[in-house]
Structures are given as structure tokens and as C-alpha cells.
């Protein structure tokens, strides 16, 4: 078992070499990097560099086209919802970007009695959700690190009509290795911290207060996660307080000190960008915004360099923007969102926020929209209950093959929203294009993938393989 490690220093001089390197580039580079990237290897420092000055047309197209093409060679077509579920918004931390943050007196403070986040689950299993991410502020109500624990039993234990919750990812504080190893045995899916930004100064000016103001805690978190035995964790930044590229490079440095110490990285990339926050200046005015331009960049490049990882697209974003995302790697999306604890039952309500949303379509809409762009709108919790975490995971993910599960699952998953709580528009969307994509599966895993999409359709619910 791996130890723990005090800290993890992020080489400034390798990211500035690489980015100095990656400038001078021409067309013959950027398709010598782009078809290194189609083997499904990932890339290295300078190659992911010589992407980020990509701006001829051309090329740009070529590169977006390899990055969507890399996503449905490991994953198929398929695009994984789930809901965030917060729970509480108390905090004793001091993040200049965060509603949450201690000092605001503009927010209104609450965390959620077990009675209402049960309400919270029931109103997103009866919208169709199968898997929720719980969120909540590091201030944790009298009773501690229990009130998680508490939390978690309440999603699992709430059910609706045919529905229920299956998996419960979570994003909440760093914890001390004996509180992982309690999280880990509360079947937690996975475990999801952003380190905001790996830039060490930029970290200082924006954490003022709290026990986040520790970078070396923070971003030892996932040694400790792992080493508790959390098999699959989620990294990111938080883009729009650095320099994009810096903060990708150093998230590769991060990623490869995982790989190195426990031969595994991380299960899910997520990539949100600053957005308008109640009491943050610093949120309305991002210190270094990035583009829409970049942002698809950014997305791109995180899809090739760690070709194995989810990405993940919060409703931070706006339909059109996500929709683009989607053809650039992205295989994770959540849907009909709400970031205040107490939002899904409670809708009119949104002084309570940890900032702005930029999609507030419901789910039914959000299904129809992804269905008809062609992708498949997935439920699927079958990896995380069948063992498929960690390292057996990543050794289907890397050559491709999770792609063989990822398909019918995703489809029978899909048969079952449709059946259970699909409006009658998206169903019939929804229908014809589980037809076209079985027509287009290659025997034997069509007449599999079939058997169990018409075992749905004729009332057997949580069917996987």
C-alpha cells in the first residue's frame, strides 16, 4: 500500500520550457502530435503545448475532429447525466471567487435535516435521475463528518415508484485518511476536489481564510482517498483565476504523480470555468477569464492527453457552448441543475447559490436535445457495482474496450428513462435512436445489446453487464 506523502511540488521550470518549446510550431508538428494522440497514449508536456497555439482553421478542425474521434473509440457515443445534490452551503473557508465563502453575509445559509435532502432525492429520481454528485461546504452541521455519512445512507435508502438512486459521487472537503477510509465505506462512487488553481501564488491571494488555505492538504487529498482505498477520484481546476495552459500542465504533473504512485490516475477531469457568484468580485470579474475560443481548446487537449479519463461538463455553461463540448471529448454531463441546498424542491429559490448556471433546462429537454445530436444519453452506475473502478477499469479503458460495456448499458439505461419518464416528444426521439445505434453495433454485442433493451421494454429495470 502507498504511503502518504506531505506534499506534491508542481515544476514551475517544466511548464514554462514546455510552453516555450510548444510556441514554435508549425502544421507538420501539429499533425505529427495529433496522430501520436490517435494511438490512444496521451501526450506529453510539449506536445500538449504545440496544441495550445492552435488557431489556423484547418487545424483547429483536424484537431477537434481527432479528439472526438479518440472519445468514441473509448467510449462510443455515449453521454453519462447525473444531478448535483447540495446539501448544506455552510463553510468556514475564505475563497474570494465562492458564494460560500465565510465572510458573505449576502448568501443565505442553510444545510439541508435528512428529511429534506430525502425530499431532494425523491424530486430527482421522479425527474429520472440514477446518480447524484453531493456537494457540501467545509462546515459540516454539530454533528461533524457523520452529518456525510448520515447523507449518503439517506440517498441510498430514499427510493420513488421504480427509481432510486445508484450511485452517489461525492465533492466535499479534504479529509484525514481515517475519514477516507469511513467515506470509502459508505460505497461512495467517486470522489471528486478541484485544487481551484496549481499555481501556488494565485492559490495564496484567493484562499484568505479556513482550513483551505493549506495548498499542500489540498492537493495531497487524493494520496489520502486512495490510499483509504477510494478507487476512482475526480481532479480539476477551476479556470478563469490562472493561466489555462499553466493549469493544465500542472493538472498533467498531478495526474502522472497518481499514476506513478498508485498506477492509476484519475477517473473523471472536470473543467469549470469562473462564473457570476452572490458576494464575489473575483467571480464577476475572473482575474484570467478564458475564452469560448480556449475553453474548446482546453477541453480538447485534456481529451487527447488523458485519453482514458471522463471529462465533465457542468451547467456552468450555456446549451449551445455544452453542445459544442460534446463533440470535443467531453463524456460527462450534468442536467436540470441546481446549486443551492434545498433547489429541487424549492425552485424559485436561488439566493442560496454557489454561482450562476448557464443551462437551466430541465432534464427531459436536455435528454431530447443530446439524443438528437446523436449521442446516447447514458444512466449507467454498472461499473462502480460490478468492480469496474480503479485500475480494472483503466485496463479496459485505455485500449478501448470499456466501450463494449459502455454501449449496451448505456442503451438499456436509456430504454428505462424513456420508458419510466420521458415526455412523449423525447420518446419518440429516444426510440428511434436506440434503433439506429443497435443497427450499427457489430455481432455478437448487437443481438446482447438488444436482448437486454427489450428486457427493459418489458418491464425489468436496473439490467447491466
Known amino acids: 500500500m502507498a504511503t502518504a506523502t506531505t506534499s506534491i511540488q508542481i515544476d514551475d521550470a517544466r511548464i514554462a520550457s514546455a510552453l516555450a518549446v510548444g510556441h514554435h510550431h508549425d502544421a507538420g508538428r501539429v499533425r505529427a502530435v495529433l496522430a501520436k494522440a490517435r494511438e490512444l497514449g496521451g501526450l506529453d508536456d510539449a506536445e500538449m503545448a504545440v496544441l495550445m497555439g492552435v488557431s489556423d482553421p484547418e487545424l483547429l478542425g483536424e484537431f ?76 459540516n452541521p454539530k454533528e461533524g463528518f457523520s452529518y456525510i455519512l448520515r447523507s449518503i445512507e439517506t440517498i441510498y435508502a430514499t427510493a420513488s415508484g421504480c427509481g432510486e438512486i445508484r450511485r452517489v459521487n461525492v465533492n466535499i472537503a479534504p479529509l484525514s485518511l481515517d475519514e477516507f477510509r469511513l467515506l470509502k465505506g459508505a460505497s461512495i462512487g467517486t470522489y471528486q476536489l478541484f485544487q481551484e488553481t496549481y499555481h501556488r501564488p494565485t492559490y495564496a491571494r484567493v484562499h484568505l481564510g479556513g482550513r483551505k488555505v493549506d495548498y499542500d492538504w489540498r492537493i495531497t487529498a487524493m494520496d489520502r482517498a486512495m490510499e483509504a482505498g477510494i478507487d476512482d477520484v475526480g481532479v480539476g481546476v477551476l479556470f478563469g483565476l490562472f493561466d489555462w495552459r499553466y493549469e493544465l500542465l500542472a493538472l498533467r504533473q498531478h495526474i502522472e504523480h497518481l499514476e506513478r504512485r498508485f498506477g492509476v490516475g484519475p477517473h473523471t477531469i472536470s473543467v469549470p470555468r469562473l462564473e457570476p457568484a452572490v458576494g464575489s468580485d473575483v467571480a464577476m470579474h475572473p482575474p484570467q477569464a478564458v475564452s469560448d475560443t480556449d475553453f474548446r481548446k482546453l477541453v480538447a487537449i485534456l481529451r487527447l492527453a488523458v485519453p482514458y479519463t471522463g471529462i465533465i461538463m457542468s451547467t456552468r455553461e450555456t446549451a449551445e457552448l455544452r453542445r459544442e463540448t460534446f463533440a470535443l471529448g467531453v463524456s460527462q454531463i450534468s442536467a436540470g441543475s441546481r446549486t443551492n441546498p434545498g433547489g429541487y424542491s424549492d425552485e424559485e429559490r436561488y439566493d442560496a447559490s454557489q454561482f450562476s448556471l448557464g443551462d437551466h433546462r430541465p432534464l427531459d429537454e436536455v435528454v431530447r436535445d443530446v439524443a438528437m445530436l446523436g449521442y446516447v444519453p447514458s444512466f449507467c452506475t454498472a461499473c462502480y457495482r460490478l468492480g469496474r473502478t480503479g485500475a480494472d477499469f483503466m485496463d479496459l479503458a485505455k485500449p478501448g474496450e470499456i466501450r463494449l460495456h459502455c454501449q449496451p448499458n448505456g442503451l438499456a439505461t436509456f430504454q428505462e428513462y424513456l420508458s419510466d419518464y420521458a415526455s412523449a416528444e423525447t420518446r419518440t426521439v429516444g426510440e428511434a435512436l436506440i434503433t439506429e445505434v443497435i443497427a450499427t453495433l457489430e455481432e455478437p454485442l448487437r443481438t446482447a445489446t438488444q436482448k437486454m433493451v427489450d428486457a427493459v421494454r418489458a418491464g425489468a429495470r436496473d439490467v447491466f453487464c
Open 64 to 139: 477537434y475532429h481527432t479528439a472526438r474521434d479518440v472519445k468514441e473509440r473509448i467510449y462510443g457515443n455515449r453521454l453519462v447525466l447525473f444531478a448535483p445534490l447540495y446539501i448544506s452551503n455552510l463553510c468556514s473557508n475564505e475563497c474570494t471567487y465562492c458564494a460560500f465563502r465565510a465572510r458573505n453575509r449576502e448568501l443565505a445559509r442553510r444545510a439541508l435535516t435528512q428529511e429534506e435532502i430525502a425530499g431532494e432525492v425523491r424530486h430527482l429520481v421522479e425527474e429520472g435521475h440514477k446518480r447524484l454528485l453531493m456537494v457540501a461546504g467545509e462546515a
